[in-house]
């Protein structure tokens, strides 16, 4: 079980946390034209990245804050942790 | 027999305590502090059961979580459990315990014919044999493997035993509390971290408990009971006996199963029987010891061949003799102390040593003592069946190939010792690249993937002196970087006495003209001629040859096993062992009960139950439950002998005709304020929420990004900043999340907050013509007329002094009303209802009810927004804007979504009007059509319409647009059943809305 550090309540573990997919991904903006491919890109299409990845969770159990997760999904090791409105430098 | 076995002045046993136990029904004594398997060999007895594959005698082979085969069915208090090691289960009075893998019994027993039939059941033989005919499986084979293999019996009865599960945080946890875990532990306790210290055993020490040595002053045995005790004194330290942590798994977090009771007759009062932690520690020390490797020969699992390590500890620890006359076969001088203790209590060994002329104290001693050692000797093959009569042993060349003349020893037991093996398993598990050490012909850890150290004889240093001073500095510099203590220890002197390299030789050759099985894996059943199968099958992998042989699986994960075979494999391979590799170790390190796993989440706690406060008041009104989600909601209230159908049927009649009342609290609610609150629901919403004005409710559909609809509700303007959202039961939490997701992530530009008030609010649904009238009498100083709380209005109340929210919102197609009070006033509510309803002849409905009257009234629900569809399928198109953007709005341009005959809800009816259509059945276009028969839809809820009286369902139709008026057949080969129906509107009562509005 991974253990976690949530940027506003500390060290927690993972069955507190739900997972919210990849973070690196955009919304396209409102009323804004997007093309299908575009669209396609923001919906559906990952990476699966094997190695460092940056992703959400939602410390649903906790302060119900989503927060950002730099992860290496092959060995699990979390590197850094991130409030939902942090620059991941 | 009476402990006939059994030796005075030796063993940590209370004599003074004398228990009674049953093994196979025949009574036998023994002393509190044995195990099973100390006072079975006691009494002499050494067959406990037979083997898994080939049904051969088994007895015991080690003293601990070692042991491979001596696996026993426990009846304890009432209960039985399959799959217990003798080796570990404690003497209890009263204990019962059974042979496992014997029918009809274990002296004499059918499937050892497989024995005879070996030939048969090489390696892969269940893959070979089983595989056809197809027919067979079912009613020959598997019956047949069912009964004759398996290693025990599961018990089919509730478990009355309690489990717990604990969570525990530490800065070191040390696992095992030999000489390594004991000094590290000391180390850290003094620089004040919070230290665990688990043994699997009942007694602490480890190898002290059995070694020859001295600490300090003391006996290495003192040593240790000393450190306990301080140990056990300090406020930062816990000490757990008879705790096996079992698995390693991700950031150090790390499971133990604690035995809390099994030692017991019952389980104390309160008392748990056993007790998971998980525990997440900051450094973790593994301290598992090792151990000791058996030499193969001939026949090596008759009972009475073991290994030389527990013959020991069963003398030192038990005072139990495994044999009068024992035959002590090593490589290295492990076997001298076993022989050199059976000597110092008065009986003579022989000791085969495969090396030609080892030099060392030990060995001194063992001459001194004057044992009889035969040099560059082996044992050939063991003798007897059930038990060890004789053994064949032989002299051996010094390159290990040619065997001398045979000849025959007599002997009652074998003490086999081939070296030790560091117990890695931990480590593996937690990631560790192991590595391979040339000395000592094993495995160790090597670099860690999380913060552990291996330490003591589990990383291959098999001397003290190294030991304690490697542990004693690991426990203080891990312990220094948590706390910034630094507390010097002195290390204590050590008196051990110096051994000689072991031989490098695992596996005696078969004599000319004999085949002997020479076994591997002895819970497996795994021989040498097994490997060697598979080898010349061309399974390279040791992966491979682990699955396709069965060496190193199940419970002993390799225990004894996992060495010689890679040595076998490499040899064959004439590859070097590291180059073979070692399988993947896997949790549980050794068996863990179902039960302790599962914890308490079992029956009513294995997930929370929600209640309404209205709960009692249903109970005491026949209400007949039903899970929806984690609610209990009523399904119907029963009426005398009623059925859910009639009941159900009565409860929507009298909604039609007079007034229900329904417990909607189940309902999600989320609170939604703040001055961008429209905008966020005019995002979420697919319908245009900018202009709904204060005190209206308005219906919304929102939908996930790639345009299916993810819920329905309605959402209520209470103020100029404040909304109230409803949701489904199902969904609630789901939608609280993803309003969270935009509002943290997406939009935080926006200004709004969300709570959940789901359980802030007790919800009653009003339905019915007469629920006007009901209402007004309820709120006497509320305008409640058409005009007053006109269709999807909304007003506060004064229910007799209690703050209510009235909301004119329909789900049954009725005119109708929902009252919220808050929680605590729920019940009260609930009454006044019925009070005031009782003129009106009010009803309470349930579930059942609710669903028919909207299924007739053609409303989706849960069963249509599936997560398959998106609003034109639900006939919920008129709600889509095209003028603003909202959530998945551009994925209904896909081209699927927009297909001309893209599937949409339509009304079904049987051409009978009598039988009702199974939910999930199929509609097809002809029923006699040949397999796969094209599937146009399915029923998605179906109901006896209480309007019509005749069966209604709703289904998702492709075309269904254009498919009113077709007839189809609705077919459910799940039921054996095929319809013939009529596809017709789905709003099937009241198909313009009249009655909400009126
Ligand atoms: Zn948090």
Sequence with gaps: MLY?????????????????????????????????????????????????????????????????????????????????????? | ?????????????????????????????????????????????????????????????????????????????????????????????????????????????????????????????????FMWPKSFWYRIYEPFIRKAAGLGVASIKHDKE??????????????????????????????GAKVILAEDKPRFGGSLLTSDVNIGNQS????????????????????????????????????????????????????????????????????????????????????????????????????????????????????????????????DPVVLDSRKNPESEIIDEAKNLGINIKNSYVVVAAQGYKKVKSADIASISEDKK????????????????????????LASQSGNKTKFKEEIDAFVPGQSKQNEITLGAANGVFTLEETLKTSFEAGSELSK???????????????????????????????????????????????????????????????????????????????????????????????????????????????????????????????????????????????????????????????????????????????????GVCDVTTLGKIDIKGPDAAELLNRVYTNAWLKLPVGKARYGVMLREDGIVMDDGTTTRISENHYHMTTTTAQA?????????????????????????????AGAAIAGPKSRDLLQKLFPNSDVSNEGLPFMGYMEGDLSGVKARIFRISFSGELAYEVNVESDYGNFMWEKIMEVGEEFNIQPYGTEALSTLRIEMGHVAGSELDGRTIPFDNALEGLVSKKKDFIGKRSLQRSAFIAEDRQRIVGVVPLDKQTSIPEGSHLVKDDKAPLPNPKLGHISASCWSVEYDNPFSLAILKDGKNMIGQKLFAMSPLKNKVIPVEIVSSHYVDPKGERVRS
């Excluded at chain 2, 390594?180 to 306790?189: D, I, K, N, Q």
């Excluded at chain 2, 061949?305 to 003799?321: D, P």
């Design chain 2, 220 to 347: 290495g045995k003192d040593w240790a009971e000393g450190i306990i005790a301080e140990l056990k004194t300090m406020p930062n330290v816990v000490v757990k006996n008879r705790s096996q942590i079992f698995g390693y798994y991700d950031h150090n977090m790390l499971v133990m199963s604690e035995k809390v009771s099994d030692h017991l007759p019952t389980t104390r009062k309160y008392h748990p029987n056993k007790r998971l932690w998980y525990i997440r520690a900051k450094e973790v020390l593994i301290s598992s010891g090792s151990i000791e490797r058996p030499i193969v020969f001939g026949n090596n699992d008759t009972p009475g061949v073991m290994l030389s390590s527990a013959a020991k500890e069963y003398l030192k620890v038990y005072g139990v003799l495994v044999g009068r006359k024992p035959l002590v076969f090593t490589n290295n001088d492990s076997g001298y102390e076993t022989a050199i203790e059976f000597k110092k209590h008065g009986v």
């Design chain 2, 733 to 761: 939490a789901n939608v609280l999340s993803h309003l969270e997701y935009y509002l943290q992530l997406v939009w935080p530009e926006l200004n709004v907050n969300v709570v959940s008030t789901t359980e802030q609010w």
């Design chain 2, 402 to 425: 040619q065997l001398g003349k045979i000849e025959n020893i007599e002997c009652d037991c074998i003490c086999v010792s081939g070296f030790w093996t560091p117990t890695i398993h």
């Design chain 2, 162 to 191: 309690r489990y717990e599960h604990k969570y525990e945080y530490c800065d070191l946890l040390i696992a095992g509390s030999g000489p390594s875990g004991l000094a590290s532990a000391y180390a850290a306790a003094k620089n």
């Design chain 2, 1 to 129: 027999m009476n402990q006939a076995f059994r030796i005075e002045n030796s063993g940590l046993i209370n004599r003074d305590k004398k228990l009674s136990f049953k093994f196979n029904g025949k009574t036998y004594f023994g002393y509190e502090g044995d195990t099973l398997a100390s006072a079975l060999l006691a009494n002499g007895v050494h067959l406990v059961g037979r083997s898994f594959k080939y049904h051969r005698p088994r007895g015991f082979f080690g003293a601990g979580v070692d042991e491979p085969y001596a696996v026993v069915q426990l009846y304890r208090n009432g209960e039985t459990e399959p799959n217990i090691k003798a080796t570990e289960q404690e003497l209890f009075e009263g204990l019962e315990a059974k042979s496992v893998n014997c029918w009809p019994s274990v002296n004499f027993d059918i499937g050892a014919i497989n024995n005879f039939l070996r030939i048969f059941l090489p390696a892969g033989f269940y893959y070979k044999t």
């Design chain 2, 481 to 659: 970087k948590i706390t910034e203590n630094d507390n010097e220890i002195a290390i204590p002197n050590v008196v051990e006495k110096k051994s000689s390299q072991h031989d490098k030789f695992w596996c005696v050759p078969l004599p000319k003209g004999k085949n002997y099985k020479r076994f591997l894996d002895f819970q497996n059943d795994v021989a040498v001629s097994d490997i060697e199968i598979a080898l010349r099958e061309g399974y390279r992998s040791i992966e491979h040859v682990k699955r396709y042989t069965t060496l190193g699986m199940a419970t002993d994960q390799g225990k004894t096993s996992n060495l010689n075979g890679l040595q076998l494999v490499s040899e064959i391979e004439n590859k070097v062992v590291p180059a073979v590799g070692h399988t993947t170790f896997r949790p549980p390190y050794t068996p863990v009960s179902i039960g302790a796993i599962v914890g308490r989440e079992v029956g009513k706690h294995s997930k929370p139950t929600r209640k309404s406060p209205m709960h009692s008041w249903h109970e005491k009104n026949n209400a007949v439950f039903v899970d929806a989600g984690v609610w209990l909601r009523p399904r119907y209230y029963k009426r005398g002998n009623e059925n859910l159908f009639e009941g159900s049927k009565r409860e929507a009649k009298n909604v039609r005709t007079n007034v």
């Design chain 1, 4 to 89: 976690i550090n949530c940027p506003h309540c500390g060290m927690r573990s993972q069955n507190e946390f739900s997972y919210g997919g990849d973070a690196s991904v955009k919304r396209p903006e409102l009323n804004k034209e997007v093309s299908d491919q575009e669209w396609d890109n923001f919906v559906y299409n990952r990476k699966s990245l094997r190695g460092k990845h940056l992703e959400l969770w939602q410390h649903i159990s906790g302060c119900r804050q989503w927060i950002k997760v730099e992860r290496d999904t092959a060995t699990h090791e979390i590197f850094r942790t991130f409030k939902a409105d942090e620059e991941v430098a």
